[in-house]
């Protein structure tokens, strides 16, 4: 698939098929992950490819507690119709885990230690592409606790479970969501 | 270009040709930028684009203040060697500005908003690609306090500036850095 046209057509999925993603196309996913550039190339990610039921049911009601909590803190009623079934439904779960020791010069600076994370968030924009240029359907995922996250999947501490990418068959067709033109954000400064 | 073979031999510049790059390719490389997923699809992001000599020259100045604080924080010696003329030299520099109010439910978690920076992390990787498919080189930069940042660009502090990308032709063929395989970083529970 074309790079540009990769970029245009994928979206965020939501709902997927049961059918399995078999292994050599995962990897070949998060191959293409570890292409994503990061400070001092100092590849801060790690993955835990998920597809135990036991461990999914436990993120799925993880992430549903969130939405209780983020109902009760928020007061957005709408969310009580956010479904997470995708947890359940999507063949694929890779939690993608960063180091904050890699994290580059920004340790040192006063509004703290992101380098690590924006490595691994461009890291899962590549699996992101890659994933739907092998027709594949997938999700950016974040609504749970980081040390809920830790504890049920047993990552230490001094690690942070960055974001979870659901990966399977689309159910339907994508559309790409749509967005306000690059032009109305931009300002040049010759 | 194949968007596998994109992310493959896509690499970080740091050398540039002083070759001017017009707006409708600047315009093209932000556009793909804003496919990129956020939470809500709020589209967290602004892109400042600067060519403006005086402008350059400010935040080299920046970057220099930085290192030279780094190497006092750190005692990293070998940092003293990082040159940073990229920043004069690549023809197009595009400060990345994030909202954090645009980071969806994590607003309300304890370890803080950070769904926004991933947000503009995702949108910079998109650049870095579309502009290699474009013959172009890019780097993604991230050494500047946030506050001097604001300052320089007149950016509010309810803004944060995530990142800034270089963007220019490279001074020389590109050969990306090795990387760690992916299959060293995983682990699959079935």
């Not at 970029?7 to 939501?14: D, H, K, L, M, Y």
């Not at 835990?48 to 909590?69: F, L, S």
């Not at 006063?110 to 739907?132: D, F, K, R, S, W």
């Not at 047993?154 to 967005?179: F, M, S």
């Amino acid at each position: 698939m074309d790079l540009f046209s990769a970029i245009e057509t994928r979206t965020s999925c939501r709902q997927f098929l049961p059918d399995a993603v078999d292994r050599e196309t995962i990897d070949r996913i998060l191959a293409a992950g570890v292409r994503a550039p990061s400070p001092l190339n100092s590849q801060p990610w790690q993955f835990i490819v998920i597809r135990a039921p036991a461990i999914r049911q436990a993120i799925y009601a993880e992430a549903q507690r969130c939405i209780a909590w983020a109902i009760e803190q928020s007061g957005w009623k709408w969310l009580s119709k956010y479904k997470t079934d995708f947890l359940l439904q999507a063949p694929v779960l890779v939690v993608v885990v960063g180091d904050p020791k890699k994290t580059g010069m920004d340790m040192f600076q006063e509004e703290g230690t992101v380098g690590y994370q924006l490595a691994c968030a461009a890291a899962i924009q590549n699996m992101l592409l890659a994933a739907h240029a092998l027709d594949l359907g997938s999700l950016f995922f974040t609504l749970f606790d980081k040390n809920q996250l830790r504890r049920i999947l047993d990552i230490p501490k001094e690690k942070t479970p960055v974001a979870l990418v659901c990966i399977g068959k689309p159910k339907d067709p994508q559309n790409p969501a749509p967005r306000k033109d690059s032009k109305e954000k931009t300002v040049y400064l010759d």
